[in-house]
């Protein structure tokens, strides 16, 4: 696992958002940042998994978060506007962005692969992405030092055999976030990395490797050292990086 210590303090009175919050890695990240302090934004589809992240910061006695349901297939960059200009009025600026959504779609060759299900993919997993991070890039900018994290694979690296739309979805990811990073490069306080989870105990995990024994795998909370490094101070000088959590 990536090797870093985060202090209890380090993300005390930053506001951070996480897509895809109700569940999986994005759960783990929700409640890993609000005990180091962090007010989070948790936005996901559905508002049940949600409510139970948020009764469960709210038992520990982090910062309370706020809900914000939004489903990323359908979302329109009017919807991200309202989100941004409700975070602009209830906070002033956000310090930080974990972009954890996102959808398998089909695992077949491309030969077969479903059109409807190809758009789905890339609305999700690349449009949604692009779209929330340009609607807040100003209260990005009113931060600090502020830190945009964006999840990668090892296929948007090297694509592989019916991985389809989801391997071309995490390349698309791997530019955008070496594209935004050296727009930002010397001219904001915003820095953007991509983070590849590696196998890790999730539902989609399971869905890709049905016959996998998940008790195998690291689970969520194993890997939140490098999710809380990225976000936090001491990786200030660190953008434009793709890295591996394990």
């Known amino acids: 696992m990536y090797d870093y210590s ?40 559905g508002r049940k998994k949600l409510e139970a992240v948020y009764d469960e910061i709210e038992a520990n006695g982090d910062p309370q978060p706020v809900m914000v349901s939004l489903n990323l297939e359908t979302a329109t960059p009017e919807n991200y506007q309202e989100l941004a200009d409700m975070i602009g009025e209830e906070f002033g600026q956000l310090d930080g962005l974990l972009h954890n ?11 077969n692969f479903n059109e409807k299900s ?24 009113s931060a600090d030092n502020a830190s945009v994290i964006f999840t990668s694979s090892s296929v948007g690296r090297k694509g592989r055999a019916f991985w389809g739309a989801y391997a ?22 915003i820095r953007a990395n991509c ?9 989609m995990r ?3 490797y049905p016959g996998e024994n998940p008790d195998n795998l690291a689970t ?27």
Do not use: C
């Not at 959504?101 to 695992?107: E, K, P, S, T």
């Not at 983070?195 to 539902?203: C, D, F």
């Open 101 to 111: 959504a996102g959808i398998l779609g089909q695992r077949t060759p491309i030969a």
């Open 6 to 45: 985060a202090p209890e303090n380090l993300l005390a009175n930053r506001t951070v958002l996480v897509t895809g919050a109700g569940d999986g890695i994005g759960k783990a990240a929700a409640l890993t940042y609000a005990a180091h302090g962090a007010t989070v934004i948790l936005l996901g589809r």
């Open 206 to 208: 399971m869905k890709a």
């Open 118 to 141: 190809w758009q789905e993919v890339m609305q999700v997993n690349v449009n949604a992405p692009f779209m929330l991070t340009k609607a807040v890039l100003p209260l990005l900018e």
């Open 168 to 189: 071309a979805s995490k390349a698309a990811i791997e530019n955008l976030t070496e594209t935004l990073a050296d727009e930002l490069e010397g001219v904001s306080n």
């Open 195 to 203: 983070i590849n989870p590696g196998a890790t105990r999730t539902n």
């Open 220 to 246: 969520p909370q194993d890997i939140m050292p490098l999710y809380l490094y990225l976000m936090g101070n001491d990786s200030r000088l660190v953008s434009g990086q793709s890295i591996d959590a394990q």
